[in-house]
């Protein structure tokens, strides 16, 4: 899969990307995986996991789906972002205005995570603090019962074939509503393929 084309990062990052940096985070953005990335670059997939590693540092972002927000929220104004604008704090800001969670976290049928963007205020009505505290407060108590089978079963086979997931359900939010959700994600692997975690995005189906 070839990458769209958008404006480069800009200068104004803390550090500057290097041209394998700059490609891999066109990939990304593109939604290409690290294989596919690793294909279309003729390199290995360890070097394609030290170049994200690198990006997700120098932008101060969590995850490749971070980087893909933050990517095409820039598309083509890029370079009219100052260096104020891209520090750690506003880069995260940016990431935490969209309407949608964002997370990291573990493979279990509680779904607690690790990590959950500002987003989670405005599609469930609880805070990112909330949802991170206590795994008592998992997501995975959101999810309607008739719902959590299906989405256990759905993960669990892609993260078995190293595939994303793509999956619709209902929550119940901190005011008693109940929402539809769209989630999309991937797995997160150790070197030798165990699954260490799942990361991905969640909004609202619009009615």
Not at 176 to 181: A, D, F, S, T
Request: glycine residues 8%.
């Amino acid at each position: 899969m070839r990458a769209a084309s958008f404006a480069p990062a800009p200068a104004a990052v803390s550090d500057a990307l290097t041209d394998r940096e700059e490609q891999t985070l066109q990939l990304i953005a593109a939604g290409n995986s690290n294989k596919q990335i690793a294909r279309e670059l003729g390199i290995s997939d360890g070097t394609v996991k030290i170049y994200v590693r690198s990006l997700l540092r120098k932008f101060h972002l969590h995850s490749r789906l971070q980087l893909a927000s933050w990517v095409h929220r820039h598309k083509g104004v890029a370079s009219t972002v100052s260096k104020a604008a891209v520090g750690p704090a506003s880069v995260a800001g940016l990431i935490n205005d969209l309407p949608v969670l964002i997370y990291r976290g573990d493979n279990a049928r509680t779904w607690y995570m690790d990590y959950v963007s500002e987003g989670c205020l405005q599609l469930t009505g609880y805070s990112a603090e909330y949802l991170t505290r206590d795994p008592a407060h998992s997501f995975g108590s959101l999810i309607l019962a008739e719902y959590a089978d299906y989405v256990w079963y759905c993960v669990q086979c892609a993260l078995l074939k190293h595939e994303p997931f793509q999956l619709r359900y209902r929550i119940c939010c901190a005011d008693g509503r109940v929402k539809e959700v769209c989630e999309t994600g991937i797995g997160v692997y150790s070197p030798s393929g165990e699954v260490l975690g799942v990361e991905g995005a969640i909004f609202e189906v619009a009615g």
